[in-house]
């Protein structure tokens, strides 16, 4: 392996490169831009044997994807936000037709407003199209989980999303480990498709199905989704054999032996929380932190046997559905259905606004206090809210609401796209 102090994204382009990409998809949306530069210069240096094609849109890019992945070809590419919803129809597809595909999701938030800072609503908005989502806490266990990704995606003929925080990981310049060419190699075998077009032996692929067989054609995605629970485990045990380190699985566990209040998030957040249960520990708080890495297949059992020890389980994360509330807490309950076990969903980190320790500290002192309700909008400015919602209670013609809030708090909007 080689250190480098190397931004995020250059990290995750080179370990791409180690790969071997076939076929490279291009679009460029931040914050991901700098991975598919970086994979174009090497392309262009001649340093990436890979066809790197330029598309004139997301959608485009997913397109190309499922054509060369069909044709045989170890196939990536990157979006974000916007660029993910774009190429939706796309996304379901490739997922339909069992292509390996992996796809790296800068995460960041999705309009409207118009936003570019880092949120999970992206990939949520994605979470039951099919793709396995596999989210990263720290830059090297992006480029870790991209290695993993590809033998995953090849061994299930399933596609893959790597997701890590846009720019809070993927512009952050730190020491990571590059590992060599000899080590991806012997980690990850040369690309044997389990399907492929191929003239010799012709065969459709995205045949049209009927009613009298959606049931079935649908319910072997769901199984083939539920093998990469038992795939995960072994994958990452092979991973730390050749790479000398810990990297993917399905959750990690952090401090929850003996805890009573066990934390749930999912990204780079999982960095601050612990920092923040280290410090509560210490003062004699029983809590404990548990990351989940494999969001899609959801790993239900294994949640369930880690939280069996705590009687309040508190989920943090960074997106919602609207009119619900939380889509993580809401899986997390599902998992522990039957345990009498309370669930609190914190809403935090919406649009990039900063998750803080002293934050954190005070709202965990909350929940541990029975103080919070189910749902919680951590630092969220209540009194701005009230005075919109006044606002359109008593005028009509009350605009568009971002504008009325951004009015309030005396901020002017801009056109940043």
């Given at each position: 392996?080689?250190?480098?102090?190397?931004?995020?994204?250059?990290?995750?382009?080179?370990?791409?490169?180690?790969?071997?990409?076939?076929?490279?998809?291009?679009?460029?949306?931040?914050?991901?831009?700098?991975?598919?530069?970086?994979?174009?210069?090497?392309?262009?240096?001649?340093?990436?044997?890979?066809?790197?094609?330029?598309?004139?849109?997301?959608?485009?890019?997913?397109?190309?994807?499922?054509?060369?992945?069909?044709?045989?070809?170890?196939?990536y590419t990157a979006t974000a936000s916007?660029?993910?919803?774009?190429?939706?129809?796309?996304?379901?597809?490739?997922?339909?037709?069992?292509?390996?595909?992996?796809?790296?999701?800068?995460?960041?938030a999705i309009g409207a407003p118009i936003?570019?800072?880092?949120?999970?609503?992206?990939?949520?908005?994605?979470?039951?199209?099919?793709?396995?989502?596999?989210?990263?806490?720290?830059?090297?266990?992006?480029?870790?989980?991209?290695?993993?990704?590809?033998?995953?995606?090849?061994?299930?003929?399933?596609?893959?999303?790597?997701?890590?925080?846009?720019?809070?990981?993927?512009?952050?310049?730190?020491?990571?480990?590059?590992?060599?060419?000899?080590?991806?190699?012997?980690?990850?075998?040369?690309?044997?498709?389990?399907?492929?077009?191929?003239?010799?032996?012709?065969?459709?692929?995205?045949?049209?199905?009927?009613?009298?067989?959606?049931?079935?054609?649908?319910?072997?995605?769901?199984?083939?989704?539920?093998?990469?629970?038992?795939?995960?485990?072994?994958?990452?045990?092979?991973?730390?054999?050749?790479?000398?380190?810990?990297?993917?699985?399905?959750?990690?566990?952090?401090?929850?032996?003996?805890?009573?209040?066990?934390?749930?998030?999912?990204?780079?957040?999982?960095?601050?929380?612990?920092?923040?249960?280290?410090?509560?520990?210490?003062?004699?708080?029983?809590?404990?932190?548990?990351?989940?890495?494999?969001?899609?297949?959801?790993?239900?059992?294994?949640?369930?046997?880690?939280?069996?020890?705590?009687?309040?389980?508190?989920?943090?994360?960074?997106?919602?559905?609207?009119?619900?509330?939380?889509?993580?807490?809401?899986?997390?309950?599902?998992?522990?259905?039957?345990?009498?076990?309370?669930?609190?969903?914190?809403?935090?980190?919406?649009?990039?606004?900063?998750?803080?320790?002293?934050?954190?500290?005070?709202?965990?002192?909350?929940?541990?206090?029975?103080?919070?309700?189910?749902?919680?909008?951590?630092?969220?400015?209540?009194?701005?809210?009230?005075?919109?919602?006044?606002?359109?209670?008593?005028?009509?013609?009350?605009?568009?609401?971002?504008?009325?809030?951004?009015?309030?708090?005396?901020?002017?909007?801009?056109?940043?796209?």
């Amino acid at each position: 392996m080689t250190l480098k102090q190397i931004e995020g994204s250059h990290g995750v382009a080179e370990t791409i490169a180690l790969c071997r990409p076939e076929v490279i998809c291009a679009y460029p949306i931040s914050p991901q831009t700098h991975i598919v530069e970086g994979l174009g210069e090497m392309v262009k240096e001649g340093l990436l044997n890979a066809e790197f094609i330029n598309v004139e849109s997301e959608f485009a890019a997913m397109s190309v994807a499922i054509g060369s992945s069909a044709a045989g070809a170890r196939t990536y590419t990157a979006t974000a936000s916007q660029g993910l919803l774009f190429m939706a129809e796309a996304v379901y597809n490739a997922a339909g037709l069992g292509l390996p595909i992996v796809m790296t999701v800068a995460n960041r938030a999705i309009g409207a407003p118009i936003n570019i800072w880092n949120d999970h609503s992206d990939s949520m908005s994605q979470r039951d199209c099919g793709w396995i989502q596999l989210f990263a806490e720290t830059n090297q266990e992006a480029m870790d989980l991209h290695i993993q990704a590809f033998k995953l995606a090849e061994e299930l003929s399933l596609p893959v999303m790597v997701c890590m925080d846009g720019f809070i990981l993927t512009h952050a310049y730190e020491r990571l480990d590059v590992p060599t060419q000899q080590q991806v190699d012997a980690f990850l075998p040369p690309f044997e498709p389990r399907q492929v077009l191929d003239p010799l032996r012709p065969v459709s692929i995205g045949a049209m199905v009927g009613p009298e067989a959606y049931t079935e054609v649908r319910y072997l995605a769901h199984v083939k989704q539920l093998q990469a629970l038992y795939l995960l485990p072994e994958i990452a045990a092979d991973f730390k054999q050749v790479f000398g380190r810990i990297a993917g699985g399905l959750i990690r566990p952090y401090q929850t032996e003996g805890a009573d209040t066990v934390v749930i998030a999912l990204g780079s957040v999982l960095g601050t929380i612990k920092d923040v249960v280290d410090e509560m520990q210490e003062a004699g708080h029983k809590i404990g932190v548990l990351g989940i890495t494999s969001f899609r297949p959801f790993p239900l059992e294994a949640i369930r046997e880690a939280l069996k020890g705590a009687t309040r389980i508190i989920v943090l994360e960074k997106c919602f559905a609207v009119g619900v509330g939380g889509i993580v807490a809401t899986n997390v309950r599902m998992a522990v259905d039957g345990t009498g076990q309370r669930v609190l969903t914190i809403v935090a980190g919406l649009g990039g606004r900063a998750i803080t320790k002293t934050s954190l500290n005070a709202i965990f002192l909350d929940a541990m206090a029975d103080k919070l309700k189910a749902l919680t909008f951590m630092d969220m400015n209540h009194s701005v809210v009230d005075r919109v919602l006044e606002h359109e209670r008593t005028v009509r013609r009350s605009g568009p609401i971002a504008e009325s809030v951004l009015r309030d708090i005396g901020v002017v909007a801009s056109n940043i796209a």
